[in-house]
């Protein structure tokens, strides 16, 4: 048997396929969908008095479980047909939630479609509009320029003190910190509503001021320090400690560390929280409801008179019976979409990542400074100007990249010396020649390593460092720069 | 031995003045192993930088904390004249000093519930579908198009509901209450549903379709959150119930659930609180009542935070402190709610790893 099967000719091996589904759950998914559409159709014209899309739906879903699972129980056994059944669901569950979401997004947009048409939404405010005027007539001017007035004032306020608030957590952890992180945990339960009502209370009918766009501003601010201090501590804490570690190690001081080390590596996941922020700042209603106190006029300061938001407009357009201004309640609402898409797709093109990953536009920019620094040090050890290191850096590592002319790389690269000194010229043949023997020596290193996978390693690589540490003191003590 | 030793050996004779060798390089190596105190060479800009830091965390707590006080001061006030009735009342009528939030607060409950109630399959199916049934292609996709609408504000959800489902959704309402109608909860006093001329009406504006419309305003940050724990169920786990025959559905019950169980409560917590702390789009639905409705079904509805948007305007100072214990007893539950929420992620498996 076993001779004969060595023997015989070999057995054409075909390609197994690895898909997880199969033509018969296809033709069963397809079978049972219109049979339990039929039955459905059925039972609403003959059988049953029912109506209503929502109810065709869900029966017609019923049926298709029922019949999906009994198809399947003839096939398969138990845990088959409890993983079909689930899978069903799951993938269903997950279409409505889609199929919602979408809904909400495009009926909004949809409807607002109409006042978006006109030029004068964007740049007219509602002061000459009544709600009878047609859509050609007043816009959306003030809220928009009151949005954005009051999210830049908590911006202000909120992206200093939330950040140095953040680096506080992480970088001094102690009880009071601990104390700190509690309370921020404990705000961000916050209702916006309490916030907007603390503000009315304290600023407006305590110490008497107007409502004002100030007022509003203050409001988010108290509502979206929390959400920017917790989210930049998750950030920070995830900078690596090791890099932090050989900041002090090279002897930096706590504060420089923050600013040169942690801060940067975490820029990206801090911007992140403060776009993330920003979107729940600007959509929230509540608060600027209290204290900002509408109106259809443009404002432009905040400090005095009563300002409006989008969020705020939607809300004071669509409360209105008429057609026009419940118009333009979804156009508002949809430049206010418009507006939120746009900063969380900010949000994702600069973050998205953890700390030090890099994107490959931000790894090359690494390396171009990374190579600078490599010219800055040989023209230190070189005692030349930098654009000269850096050409014949180049040219003689054009050269030596092949391995075939190092000599010749080296000697071509040699009269490109001729303007410096003599003694410079030959430190740098003597760096030339160890460079190209480094290069070379990896070449060789990697091909034989490639070769023979599990070589001894020891036997291979040449590295000379005799020779170069012979040759770094004879650059620095003929050095006539120093 | 070195001469370091030796050299110590000295001091310590001469500090002790007495002991033979043997003993005083014990008592060195004793001596030696205590551990140093260490002090960070500090300079200036450093202690300014810890102060300023230190500064801020005390402004952001001084601030939270006035916040905090304030709402205790205002609502004390308050609580002091209404009494216990406060908790039992229903009408809320500050200046006659007959004020209570029993019908507010049982609102805000059955929204909130009635919204879990939905958002809770919702994001659970959406969470294990992006993670473990969705096409590698579309994960991100979806991954992005659920962290949007988390962030989709809610006065946009409030405009879908009133426009678009108040009126789709009636003919659910009224098969529920048509034939589901004998539970007590999806009673709708006034309807018979035996009477082909009964209007729909009675159902709109109800505590069901506002809990619809805040169920998907946290469905996407409470599937979010559970998506997060499920794509960390250990690999290892997953391919060791797959090898031993499970189906996916039985690796997902046996690896992903367990795995993800306190990403699951603490999701579905943190999506509770925010739908306690609700205001502009339950506030566009309802129409406000002051009595307890316990029929999610039927028309009329309240939460403390629609109660605040309702009736800050032109309140006096009482009414204003009234208001102000009410904003602090919604803050409370959700204080408890999120506090129960991040101890169940943090105390769970996944949590800990994932800080």
């Given at each position: 048997?076993?001779?004969?099967?060595?023997?015989?000719?070999?057995?054409?091996?075909?390609?197994?396929?690895?898909?997880?589904?199969?033509?018969?759950?296809?033709?069963?998914?397809?079978?049972?969908?219109?049979?339990?559409?039929?039955?459905?159709?059925?039972?609403?014209?003959?059988?049953?008095?029912?109506?209503?899309?929502?109810?065709?739906?869900?029966?017609?879903?019923?049926?298709?479980?029922?019949?999906?699972?009994?198809?399947?129980?003839?096939?398969?056994?138990?845990?088959?047909?409890?993983?079909?059944?689930?899978?069903?669901?799951?993938?269903?569950?997950?279409f409505?939630?889609?199929?919602?979401?979408?809904?909400?997004?495009?009926?909004?947009?949809?409807?607002?479609?109409?006042?978006?048409?006109?030029?004068?939404?964007?740049t007219?405010?509602?002061?000459?509009?009544?709600?009878?005027?047609?859509?050609?007539r007043?816009?959306?001017?003030?809220?928009?320029?009151?949005?954005?007035?009051?999210?830049?004032?908590?911006?202000a306020?909120s992206?200093?003190?939330?950040?140095?608030?953040?680096?506080?957590?992480?970088?001094?952890?102690?009880?009071?910190?601990?104390?700190?992180?509690?309370?921020?945990?404990?705000?961000?339960?916050?209702?916006?509503?309490?916030?907007?009502?603390?503000?009315?209370?304290?600023?407006?009918?305590?110490?008497?001021?107007?409502?004002?766009?100030?007022?509003?501003?203050l409001?988010?601010?108290?509502?979206?320090?929390?959400?920017?201090?917790?989210?930049?501590?998750?950030?920070?804490?995830?900078?690596?400690?090791?890099?932090?570690?050989?900041?002090?190690?090279?002897?930096?001081?706590?504060?420089?560390?923050?600013?040169?080390?942690?801060?940067?590596?975490?820029?990206?996941?801090?911007?992140?929280?403060?776009?993330?922020?920003?979107?729940?700042?600007?959509?929230?209603?509540?608060?600027?409801?209290?204290?900002a106190?509408?109106?259809?006029?443009?404002?432009l300061?905040?400090?005095?008179?009563p300002?409006?938001?989008?969020?705020?407009?939607?809300?004071?357009?669509?409360?209105?019976?008429?057609?026009?201004?419940?118009?333009?309640?979804?156009?508002?609402?949809?430049?206010?979409?418009?507006?939120?898409?746009?900063?969380?797709?900010?949000?994702?093109?600069?973050?998205?990542?953890?700390?030090?990953?890099?994107?490959?536009a931000?790894?090359?920019?690494?390396?171009?400074?990374?190579?600078?620094?490599?010219?800055?040090?040989?023209?230190?050890?070189?005692?030349?100007?930098?654009s000269?290191?850096?050409?014949?850096?180049?040219r003689?590592?054009?050269?030596?990249?092949?391995?075939?002319?190092?000599?010749?790389?080296?000697?071509?690269?040699?009269?490109?010396?001729?303007?410096?000194?003599?003694?410079?010229?030959?430190?740098?043949?003597?760096?030339?020649?160890?460079?190209?023997?480094?290069?070379s020596?990896?070449?060789?290193?990697a091909?034989?390593?490639?070769?023979?996978?599990?070589?001894?390693?020891?036997?291979?690589?040449?590295?000379?460092?005799?020779s170069?540490?012979?040759?770094?003191?004879?650059?620095?003590?003929?050095?006539?720069?120093? | 031995?070195?001469?370091?030793p030796?050299?110590?050996?000295?001091?310590?004779e001469?500090?002790?003045?007495?002991?033979?060798?043997?003993?005083?390089?014990?008592?060195?190596?004793?001596?030696?192993?205590?551990?140093?105190?260490?002090?960070?060479?500090?300079?200036?800009?450093?202690?300014?930088?810890?102060?300023?830091?230190?500064?801020?965390?005390?402004?952001?707590?001084?601030?939270?904390?006035?916040?905090?006080?304030?709402?205790?001061?205002?609502?004390?006030?308050?609580f002091?004249?209404?009494?216990?009735?406060?908790?039992?009342?229903?009408?809320?009528?500050?200046?006659?000093?007959?004020?209570?939030?029993?019908?507010?607060?049982?609102?805000t409950?059955?929204?909130?519930?009635?919204?879990?109630?939905?958002?809770?399959?919702?994001?659970?199916?959406?969470?294990?579908?992006?993670?473990?049934y969705?096409?590698?292609?579309?994960?991100?996709?979806l991954?992005?198009?659920?962290?949007?609408?988390?962030?989709?504000p809610?006065?946009?959800?409030?405009?879908?509901?009133?426009?678009?489902?108040?009126?789709?959704?009636?003919?659910?309402?009224?098969?529920?209450?048509?034939?589901?109608?004998?539970?007590?909860i999806?009673?709708?006093s006034?309807?018979?549903?035996?009477?082909?001329?009964?209007?729909?009406?009675?159902?709109?504006?109800?505590?069901f379709?506002?809990?619809?419309?805040?169920?998907?305003?946290?469905?996407p940050?409470?599937?979010?959150?559970?998506?997060?724990?499920?794509?960390?169920?250990?690999?290892?786990?997953?391919?060791g119930?797959?090898?031993?025959?499970?189906?996916?559905?039985?690796?997902?019950?046996?690896?992903?659930?367990?795995?993800?169980?306190?990403?699951?409560?603490?999701?579905?917590?943190?999506?509770?609180?925010?739908?306690?702390?609700?205001?502009?789009?339950?506030?566009l639905?309802?129409?406000?009542?002051?009595?307890?409705?316990?029929?999610?079904l039927?028309?009329?509805?309240?939460?403390?935070?629609?109660?605040?948007?309702?009736r800050?305007?032109e309140?006096?100072?009482?009414?204003?402190?009234?208001?102000?214990?009410?904003?602090?007893?919604?803050?409370?539950?959700t204080?408890?709610?999120?506090?129960?929420?991040?101890?169940?992620?943090?105390?769970?498996?996944?949590?800990?790893q994932?800080?």
């Amino acid at each position: 048997m076993t001779t004969a099967l060595v023997k015989g000719p070999p057995a054409v091996e075909v390609r197994r396929v690895t898909s997880t589904l199969r033509a018969v759950d296809v033709i069963r998914l397809l079978g049972c969908a219109g049979a339990s559409i039929g039955f459905t159709a059925w039972l609403f014209v003959y059988a049953l008095p029912l109506e209503g899309a929502i109810g065709f739906i869900v029966i017609a879903y019923l049926l298709f479980m029922i019949l999906f699972g009994l198809l399947t129980a003839f096939d398969e056994n138990g845990p088959t047909v409890r993983d079909r059944m689930v899978s069903v669901v799951v993938h269903s569950l997950g279409f409505l939630m889609l199929l919602a979401l979408f809904s909400v997004v495009f009926y909004t947009v949809g409807r607002g479609l109409a006042p978006l048409g006109y030029l004068n939404f964007f740049t007219k405010d509602m002061s000459n509009a009544g709600p009878l005027d047609p859509l050609s007539r007043g816009g959306v001017l003030h809220a928009v320029a009151g949005t954005l007035i009051m999210i830049t004032i908590s911006l202000a306020i909120s992206v200093p003190l939330g950040i140095m608030t953040a680096v506080f957590l992480s970088e001094f952890p102690g009880r009071y910190a601990q104390f700190v992180r509690t309370i921020v945990e404990a705000m961000t339960a916050l209702p916006s509503i309490v916030a907007g009502l603390f503000i009315y209370a304290t600023i407006i009918v305590f110490l008497g001021f107007n409502r004002s766009g100030f007022a509003a501003s203050l409001a988010i601010t108290v509502m979206m320090l929390p959400i920017i201090i917790r989210s930049a501590d998750v950030v920070l804490r995830l900078v690596p400690g090791n890099l932090k570690e050989a900041a002090r190690a090279l002897g930096a001081s706590t504060w420089r560390t923050v600013w040169t080390v942690t801060l940067p590596t975490a820029r990206s996941g801090l911007t992140t929280a403060v776009i993330l922020g920003t979107a729940r700042g600007i959509g929230e209603t509540s608060p600027v409801l209290l204290t900002a106190g509408a109106t259809t006029f443009l404002n432009l300061n905040p400090f005095s008179g009563p300002m409006t938001s989008l969020p705020l407009t939607t809300f004071t357009f669509v409360k209105s019976p008429e057609l026009t201004m419940i118009a333009r309640g979804f156009g508002t609402a949809a430049v206010l979409m418009v507006l939120v898409v746009l900063l969380f797709a900010l949000a994702r093109a600069i973050g998205g990542r953890g700390p030090g990953q890099l994107s490959s536009a931000q790894q090359r920019a690494r390396t171009r400074q990374s190579r600078d620094d490599d010219y800055r040090y040989r023209a230190r050890e070189l005692g030349v100007p930098l654009s000269v290191a850096r050409k014949r850096v180049a040219r003689a590592t054009h050269a030596i990249a092949k391995p075939a002319a190092v000599v010749s790389g080296a000697l071509a690269a040699a009269p490109l010396a001729a303007d410096a000194t003599a003694t410079e010229a030959t430190a740098f043949m003597k760096w030339v020649r160890h460079f190209a023997t480094e290069i070379s020596s990896t070449i060789r290193f990697a091909i034989t390593e490639r070769r023979r996978p599990r070589a001894k390693p020891a036997a291979t690589p040449r590295y000379r460092r005799g020779s170069a540490d012979a040759a770094e003191p004879d650059n620095t003590s003929e050095d006539p720069g120093s | 031995m070195p001469t370091e030793p030796k050299t110590h050996t000295r001091v310590l004779e001469a500090e002790l003045g007495t002991a033979s060798d043997e003993l005083a390089t014990e008592v060195v190596a004793v001596v030696a192993d205590f551990p140093r105190t260490l002090s960070a060479a500090t300079d200036r800009p450093d202690i300014a930088f810890k102060w300023v830091a230190r500064g801020s965390g005390t402004i952001v707590v001084s601030v939270m904390s006035l916040v905090g006080i304030f709402l205790l001061v205002q609502g004390f006030r308050a609580f002091h004249v209404a009494g216990p009735s406060f908790i039992t009342e229903q009408s809320w009528d500050p200046n006659s000093g007959k004020f209570g939030i029993a019908a507010v607060l049982t609102g805000t409950v059955l929204v909130a519930l009635t919204a879990i109630a939905f958002a809770f399959p919702l994001a659970i199916g959406t969470a294990l579908y992006i993670s473990e049934y969705s096409p590698l292609k579309i994960k991100n996709v979806l991954v992005t198009i659920v962290d949007l609408m988390a962030a989709v504000p809610s006065v946009v959800y409030g405009l879908w509901g009133v426009f678009f489902l108040s009126s789709n959704i009636l003919p659910v309402s009224q098969w529920i209450a048509t034939y589901l109608g004998w539970i007590p909860i999806f009673a709708v006093s006034g309807f018979d549903p035996n009477d082909p001329l009964a209007t729909p009406t009675v159902f709109a504006a109800s505590t069901f379709i506002a809990g619809i419309v805040v169920a998907l305003m946290v469905a996407p940050i409470a599937s979010s959150i559970m998506r997060e724990v499920f794509t960390q169920a250990p690999i290892g786990e997953r391919e060791g119930a797959l090898a031993l025959g499970a189906t996916r559905w039985g690796m997902i019950r046996s690896v992903v659930l367990p795995f993800g169980r306190g990403g699951i409560i603490g999701g579905t917590m943190l999506g509770l609180g925010r739908a306690l702390g609700e205001t502009i789009a339950v506030y566009l639905i309802i129409s406000p009542v002051f009595v307890i409705q316990p029929h999610i079904l039927e028309k009329g509805a309240n939460t403390i935070s629609a109660l605040i948007a309702l009736r800050y305007n032109e309140a006096s100072s009482f009414e204003i402190s009234a208001l102000m214990a009410a904003g602090l007893t919604l803050f409370l539950a959700t204080l408890v709610v999120n506090f129960v929420a991040s101890t169940i992620i943090a105390r769970s498996r996944s949590g800990s790893q994932s800080d």
